[in-house]
């Protein structure tokens, strides 16, 4: 992760494969690389609480392995002694004895503190305080960046929520499968994978967090279910509900890949008959959704959303699951929180109202359009939605439909007209949906 910038959950499966890790070595392998990335701001500022340097002065190897230190000692049940020692062996073995001796210090030192004062209030004591700051404060108790933290309690309303939010965002998330309409039902698939019914998804099933090495599935592996959370699976359901008259049963999925999505739609559509065509920009990601849409009528562009080839008010429904920040899915995507930077939510922002402005010209008069983002911040929802709406250049009528009706049984919607869901809420990804009806 430090030397490549990979993504973690990209390249963890393949290391537990190589290494032949699984069931609860593969659990421990992957609470510790996940959740050392997931803490490392927090961990970051515990190191330098006990350091006689910055962090920036470390060697790159032995702050991975102070982090993974440190981790442990502070949010896992390994005994500190354990904890220290297995962490100044690795050390003495990639850099020599005068760099253990320097890295066991620093972990005696967290560990002593921690057992002294006890884990939370020491991490208390380190934590802007909260009658001061308390987006701060809920931001580096939970690990999460100062200037999330503010994105998410703005999406919120208040500072009020902002805890339990970032609490439920920091927590190792169980993993979500998706039934493939037509392929199998989510009643078989939690039989056959020892899972649980999804509590609002008609096609999802839950897993433990600690379920290993999902790839390795049967049921992935011969494409009949897809790893996609809930909320993923919600957002896209809603499109698939909205009334519409005289549905020609021809959706458009404007930006497609990977293709879980696509997946979801096809399948739905199929069984009424009708087509989908999915746009995808990159020719590896446009594999990935051909692989996904396999044996349904699906049509998959190779092509920019805002400029596809295909046909002005032609569609009945249409998606545009715009590419964003990901801070939604924060809690999946462990790294993310630390690499994002607030200048990429307006340099995605300019993209996503290109990306809306074009589904709206594909969708016919009395279809609608979905605008989706797996992200809370209101820059990349409300402000791009709103945005539009207001222009007088726009060319075509549009109205807002209220979602919340089309996720029937789902607690906690708000006050519409457009759905936030949350992980502490519902248990999904933070995922945004506006439904668009287009008048004239």
Not at 101 to 108: E, T
Not at 271 to 294: I, K, N, S, W, Y
Not at 384 to 389: D, F, H, N, P, R
């Amino acid at each position: 992760m430090r030397e490549r910038d990979a993504y973690a959950n990209l390249v963890l499966p393949s290391i537990l494969r190589r290494y032949r890790l699984r069931d609860r070595d593969a659990a421990l392998a992957t609470e510790l690389g996940y959740g050392t990335l997931r803490a490392a701001g927090q961990l970051d500022v515990v190191i330098e609480a006990c350091a006689d340097r910055p962090l920036h002065r470390i060697e790159g190897p032995l702050v991975d392995a102070l982090r993974l230190g440190t981790y442990q000692i502070l949010r896992m049940r390994v005994p500190q002694h354990a904890a220290v020692a297995t962490t100044v062996d690795i050390v003495r073995g990639i850099a020599g004895s005068a760099s253990s001796g320097f890295v066991n210090a620093i972990l005696r030192k967290i560990a002593e503190t921690a057992g002294a004062k006890g884990v939370d209030e020491w991490i208390a004591e380190l934590a802007p305080p909260e009658d001061e700051d308390p987006v701060g404060n809920a931001s580096f108790l939970h690990a999460h960046p100062k200037w999330i933290g503010q994105a998410f309690a703005d999406a919120l309303g208040s500072v009020e929520e902002l805890p339990a939010a970032l609490e439920a965002d920091d927590a190792r998330p169980g993993v979500h499968l998706l039934a493939k309409p037509g392929e199998i039902t989510a009643e078989e698939l939690a039989l056959v994978t020892g899972g649980t019914e999804a509590p609002y998804s008609p096609y999802g099933v839950h897993l433990d967090a600690g379920s290993g090495d999902i790839g390795e599935l049967d049921v992935i592996r011969e494409g009949v279910a897809a790893v996609q959370d809930e909320g993923s699976q919600l957002v896209a359901l809603a499109l698939t509900r909205v009334p519409v008259e005289d549905d020609a049963g021809r959706w458009l999925d404007l930006c497609a890949g990977p293709g879980g999505k696509a997946a979801l739609l096809g399948g739905i559509v199929a069984m009424e008959g009708g087509t989908l065509d999915a746009v995808e920009p990159a020719e590896h990601r446009a594999d990935l959704v051909r692989r996904a849409v396999d044996g349904l009528p699906v049509t998959v562009h190779v092509a920019d959303g805002r400029e596809a080839p295909l046909p002005d008010a032609a569609f009945d429904r249409v998606l545009v699951d715009a590419p964003c920040t990901g801070l939604g899915a924060l809690r999946r995507r462990p790294e993310a929180r630390w690499r994002r930077k607030p200048e990429d939510v307006s340099n995605l922002a300019k993209l996503q109202r290109e990306l809306l402005l074009a589904a709206l010209r594909h969708v016919r008069v009395g279809g609608v359009v979905a605008y989706v983002t797996c992200s809370p911040h209101l820059a990349e929802t409300v402000g791009v939605v709103g945005g539009i709406i207001r222009r007088r250049d726009l060319g075509v009528g549009v109205e807002r439909v209220d979602a919340r009706e089309f996720l029937p049984g789902v607690p906690d919607l708000g006050e519409g007209p457009h759905i936030q869901l949350w992980p502490h809420r519902q248990g999904t990804d933070a995922m945004f949906l506006t439904l668009l009806r287009r008048t004239s």
